[in-house]
Nanobody, 117 residues
Framework: QVQLVESGGGLVQPGGSLRLSCKAP???????????MGWFRQAPGKQRELVAS???????DYIDSVKGRFTISRDNSRKTVYLQMNSLKPEDTAVYYC????????WGQGTQVTVSA
């Protein structure tokens, strides 16, 4: 079973910032650097969606609603993927997950992000 571990979520006011982290488990440390990775989110009553992705060559891609506000990055030496989220909006409220974007492994617990005044 392969599950990544997400962290960094919390309650933040509109306009605030959070930085999410996603650490690869031991079972995939040796291959982590070969996978294109993404951050996904799932809001209540909605399907999980891919929010941002980063390739092995560090090319980034974002959905329109987060462009200019979110930044995805990866540290291959630490086997970690990050999501810097700025100017947060209430509609960003969701559980955030990371996974590879080609053939997702088992989903982790995710980290809750709540944007509310």
């Amino acid at each position: 079973q392969v599950q990544l571990v997400e962290s960094g979520g919390g309650l933040v006011q509109p306009g605030g910032s959070l930085r999410l982290s996603c650490k690869a488990p031991r079972t995939i440390l040796s291959v982590f650097n070969t996978w294109n990775m993404g951050w996904f989110r799932q809001a209540p009553g909605k399907q999980r969606e891919l929010v941002a992705s980063i390739t092995t060559s560090r090319r980034e891609d974002y959905i329109d609603s987060v462009k200019g506000r979110f930044t995805i990055s990866r540290d291959n030496s630490r086997k970690t993927v990050y999501l810097q989220m700025n100017s947060l909006k209430p509609e960003d409220t969701a559980v955030y997950y990371c996974n590879n974007i080609a053939k997702p492994w088992d989903w982790g617990q995710g980290t809750q992000v709540t944007v509310s005044a």
